[in-house]
C-alpha cells in the first residue's frame, strides 16, 4: 500500500504578493515589475518588452538560473535577494504595550540588498543594459518607496561585466556575460504579541522545557556533576552533620560529601556525579577518598 505524503497548501495558508505576509516574495517582484515596467515604454529594436515570450526583445524574470534555450540569444535580467538582517531599533525593539490586554508591539529595521544580474552574450551590451537600470532606479526610487520600503535607490553598486557561471542553466555560463547591480535597501517590519499568540508562545515554551531537561539529563558540559539540595534525616549523626562519612573502601568516585548550605543550617547541598566514567572536576581527597569538610553554621553538641 503506497504512503500518503501530506503536504501544505501550494499557498501555505498565505495570501501571496503581500508585504504583510510575503515580504522578501513581495520585495522582489516588485523589482521585477520596475524593471519589466522601465523596458516595455522602450520602443521597439530598444530592448523593448512583452509579456510574450515569444516576441520580448529581452526576457526579465524572477527565476535562477535562466533556461538559454527558453530565451535564445536574447539579452536577459534576473533577480536574487541577498543577505539581509534585523537592525534593532531600541531596548528590546518594544515602541508600544497594552497592559490591559497585554498586547506588545515591536519594530524592526529590515536591510539587505537585491542584485539585478544583466545578462547577454556581448559583455558591452550587458553593461548598457544594467547602467540604464540602475540609473532609472536611482532616478525613479520614489516609485519603490510607495511600493512600502523605507529606504532604497541610493548608493548602488555596479560590477564589471564577467562570465555569468552558475546564472545561465548547463555548461553555458562561460559564453554569456553578466553585469550585476547590488540594489540597497530597507523596509520597516512591525509585528505585534497579542493573547490571540498565546497558544504559539506555549508551545515554543514546552519545546524549549523539553530540550533544557534533556541537556540538563548529561549533566554540564565539561563538569559532570549536578548539585542538588537536600533536607537532612531527623537524628542527623553529629558526623554527618559536619560533612558526611568518607567512604570507608575509598575508592567510590561518585561519592561526595553533603555540604551546609550558608545561612540555613537545616538545608545541605549533596553533589552528585551523573556519570562515574565521565571525565569533570574532583574533590580534594587522600588515598582515592573525599576529604570531609566540616563548615557547619550551627555546631552541633557532643
Known amino acids: 500500500m503506497p504512503s500518503r505524503i501530506r503536504a501544505s497548501r501550494p499557498d501555505r495558508g498565505i495570501a501571496g504578493s503581500s508585504f504583510k505576509y510575503v515580504p522578501l516574495q513581495y520585495l522582489r517582484e516588485t523589482f521585477v515589475a520596475f524593471i519589466q515596467g522601465l523596458f516595455a515604454a522602450a520602443p521597439s529594436g530598444s530592448f523593448h518588452w512583452t509579456s510574450d515570450l515569444e516576441h520580448t526583445e529581452i526576457v526579465i524574470l524572477d527565476e535562477n538560473p535562466i533556461n538559454v534555450e527558453k530565451i535564445g540569444a536574447r539579452p536577459a535580467i534576473n533577480i536574487t535577494r541577498g543577505p539581509l538582517r534585523f537592525a534593532g531599533v531600541g531596548m528590546d525593539d518594544m515602541v508600544g504595550y497594552q497592559f490591559d490586554t497585554g498586547k506588545k508591539t515591536k519594530e524592526v529595521f ?49 560590477g564589471a561585466p564577467s562570465p555569468a557561471g552558475s546564472l545561465v542553466m548547463n555548461d553555458q555560463g562561460s559564453e554569456w556575460y553578466v553585469t550585476t547591480l547590488t540594489i540597497p535597501y530597507q523596509f520597516i517590519r512591525r509585528s505585534a504579541f497579542t493573547p490571540l499568540g498565546v497558544s504559539i508562545v506555549r508551545s515554543i515554551e514546552m519545546h524549549l522545557a523539553t ?42 568516585s561518585s561519592y561526595l560529601p553533603k555540604m551546609p548550605v550558608p545561612g540555613n543550617p537545616a538545608a545541605s547541598v549533596v553533589v552528585q556525579r551523573p556519570y562515574n566514567s565521565r571525565p569533570g572536576i574532583r574533590p580534594a581527597s587522600i588515598g582515592g577518598g573525599p576529604i570531609p569538610i566540616k563548615i557547619p553554621c550551627v555546631e552541633e553538641s557532643k
Open 110 to 158: 529590515v536591510t539587505g540588498t537585491i542584485s539585478i544580474n544583466c545578462l547577454s552574450s556581448n559583455d558591452l551590451e550587458s553593461e548598457q543594459i544594467a547602467w540604464i537600470v540602475g540609473e532609472m532606479i536611482w532616478l525613479l526610487r520614489e516609485k519603490l518607496l510607495q511600493e512600502g520600503l523605507f529606504e532604497t535607490g541610493r548608493e548602488i553598486n555596479m
Open 211 to 252: 530540550q533544557r531537561t534533556l541537556v540538563e539529563a548529561k549533566g554540564t558540559p565539561g563538569v559532570g556533576y549536578n548539585v542538588q539540595e537536600e533536607m537532612p534525616p531527623y537524628f542527623t549523626e553529629a558526623s554527618d552533620a559536619g560533612g558526611g562519612t568518607p567512604d570507608p573502601a575509598g575508592v567510590n
